[in-house]
């Protein structure tokens, strides 16, 4: 009996937004009518990933035939600018694969032509590509593959599986049970499979190689209409499995190689319908392979994130906001396309002729409140504060983060604090402004953007927090006091006979609650110069009077 792992509902509405923080807004570029299969690879050898899409030409279903001569094209969006230019291959290309055909050691391309029964071999010459060859297979053909020289193709119609080797000279064709839709070449406990999707039979069929060639060992139950086959290790044993999106039974199967057998199907309910597409990659950049879906008829993109053994539905993207959901997203892939070594997602969006990314970003900056200074624009006499610090969503989670409590605005990791609790409690603070900046720390080390908090800290006036500067002073000085409320303030001057010299009356509107700073230019009240001496400044408020001596050298 096959396991099957259900997310619960509530467990879904408390993550379906939750990782909004490292995913960027969906980026649209034009692609051609009905664009169906993607690929990333760099194709002109600049060192910068390529993205390659297929555009179908119309909205045929599977099985069917063209009604009309489709308006076909492969898009290629290069480099980090994403510039178009366009490849034409056959009729209603649909499927793409990436891999070295030729042995050269250099990234060629396949498509598969669905109309013309036919697949296209582009080969990488330099930093140019060259259709060199166009094979009939069967038809409708739609998933392709290339590993080492090897090419497969899953031709839907013909229920059959092709294989092309020995530089394309030897072509093997395969029975299966019912309409193939995606195919995947590669190793399972050191051994090479070709696996094939068979939509109309629900199941998968194991393809190995042995000296003779490849030959069909067993099928595998999976799921009402299997639509994608991959192979890679979503379990974290060190082995690959195999991985399929099921498009009626709306989930991701993964079959695990065990005991020297393959294991039943563990199927992961989706959030999305339709599960047209499917792509395996490192997401969130903790080292381990995730899978996301292409989801048709919902228009959402769904991220399973492996964690411990197991894939967790983390998120689903809402790709439109358009009434229609139909024809959404199709196929998909993930890479890095902007060349910040982080692997981004990328799909063809069929509905409107478009190609789709959303890319990985760093960890959003934290969000830093005060429990005990609210706002950032009073100034409070609590020379303690207590500051939280809430983690925006993160794909690959926080491990902690680093703050900063300072008068200069200024943050410097090297003196900065690492925590790995959300509540930071600052003490004993002298008056004056702070700026409190904290940064995340995700789980694979990279630093999210600065949170900075404002906390102004007042005292009760007194001997210590009353003061001038410089002191002495030649040209003037600055007087110093805090004030916990505003008030009337009154600061006079005296000589050492006790006989005032200044004096400054500032009324409430002219004070702040906080720090206040009054300039002193060395004068009398008739504005002439004072002499050399010892003075007695006082600073005087309703129910404080704070004395200091003030000493003039010119």
């Not at 008056?431 to 630093?447: E, P, Q």
Request: aromatic letters at 8%; charged letters at 20%; glycine letters at 8%.
């Amino acid at each position: 009996m096959k396991k099957l792992f259900y997310l619960a509902i509530l467990t879904l509405l408390l993550t379906i937004n939750f990782f909004a923080g490292t995913l960027s807004d969906i980026k649209t570029l034009e692609s051609g009518s009905y664009p169906r299969g993607i690929a990333i690879a760099d194709i002109n050898s600049d060192g910068k990933n390529d993205i390659l899409v297929a555009n179908f030409g119309e909205d045929t279903l599977i099985g069917q035939e063209n009604d009309i001569i489709p308006t076909s094209s492969i898009s290629i969006f290069k480099g980090i600018n994403l510039t178009k230019e366009n490849l034409y291959a056959g009729n209603s290309p649909r499927g793409l694969a990436i891999g070295d055909i030729n042995g050269d050691k250099i990234t060629d391309f396949v498509v598969s032509n669905y109309a013309d029964g036919t697949i296209s071999i582009f080969i990488q010459t330099g930093k140019t590509i060259e259709l060199t060859d166009t094979i009939n297979v069967g038809r409708h053909p739609v998933g392709v593959a290339i590993d080492d020289g090897l090419i497969a193709v899953a031709v839907y119609s013909d229920s059959k599986l092709v294989i092309l080797r020995d530089n394309l000279k030897e072509k093997t064709e395969i029975s299966l049970p019912g309409n193939p839709t995606d195919v995947i070449i590669g190793k399972i406990n050191n051994q090479r499979f070709i696996i094939s999707a068979n939509y109309s039979s629900g199941n998968i069929s194991v393809i190995a190689e042995e000296k003779n060639g490849f030959s069909k060992i067993k099928d595998i139950n999976v799921g009402g209409g299997v639509c994608k086959v991959e192979i890679a290790d979503v379990t974290g044993d060190k082995v690959n499995d195999i991985i399929t999106s099921n498009f009626y039974d709306n989930t991701v199967s993964v079959i695990e190689f065990k005991n020297n057998d393959f294991t039943e199907p563990v199927n992961y309910k989706l959030s999305g319908q339709r599960p047209n597409g499917m792509a395996i990659g490192d997401v969130n950049g903790d080292g381990l392979i995730d899978v996301v879906t292409a989801n048709r008829d919902s228009d959402t993109i769904d991220i399973l994130l492996q964690k411990q053994g197991k894939l967790i539905l983390t998120k689903s993207i809402l790709v439109t906001n358009d009434e229609n959901k139909t024809y959404g997203p199709v196929e998909i892939a993930i890479g890095d396309v902007n060349g910040d070594g982080k692997n981004d997602i990328v799909f063809t969006h069929m509905r409107s002729n478009s190609l789709k990314i959303v890319y990985y970003e760093k960890p959003a900056a934290p969000k830093v409140s005060s429990i005990t200074h609210p706002d950032e624009n009073l100034w409070y006499a609590d020379n303690s504060p207590v500051l939280k610090i809430q983690a925006k969503e993160d794909l690959s989670g926080i491990s902690g983060f680093y703050y900063v409590a300072t008068k200069d605005n200024v943050f410097d990791l090297s003196k900065a604090t690492f925590i790995t609790e959300n509540e930071v409690k600052l003490t004993n603070l002298e008056s004056g402004t702070y700026y409190f900046i904290a940064v995340a720390k995700d789980n694979n080390g990279v630093l999210s953007d600065k949170a900075v908090f404002k906390i102004n800290i007042t005292e009760e006036m007194n001997e210590n927090n009353t003061y001038n500067f410089p002191n002495p002073c030649s040209d003037s000085t600055t007087i110093r006091f805090p004030l916990t409320e505003k008030t009337e303030v009154k600061i006079i001057i005296y000589d050492i006979n006790g006989k005032t010299v200044w004096s400054k009356t500032l009324n409430e509107a002219e004070v702040i609650t906080g720090v206040n700073y009054v300039v002193w230019n060395l004068t009398n009240d008739a504005g002439l110069a004072i002499s050399n001496g010892t003075y007695i400044c006082k600073v005087i408020t309703k129910d404080k009077v704070v004395t200091k001596k003030i000493a003039v050298v010119k």
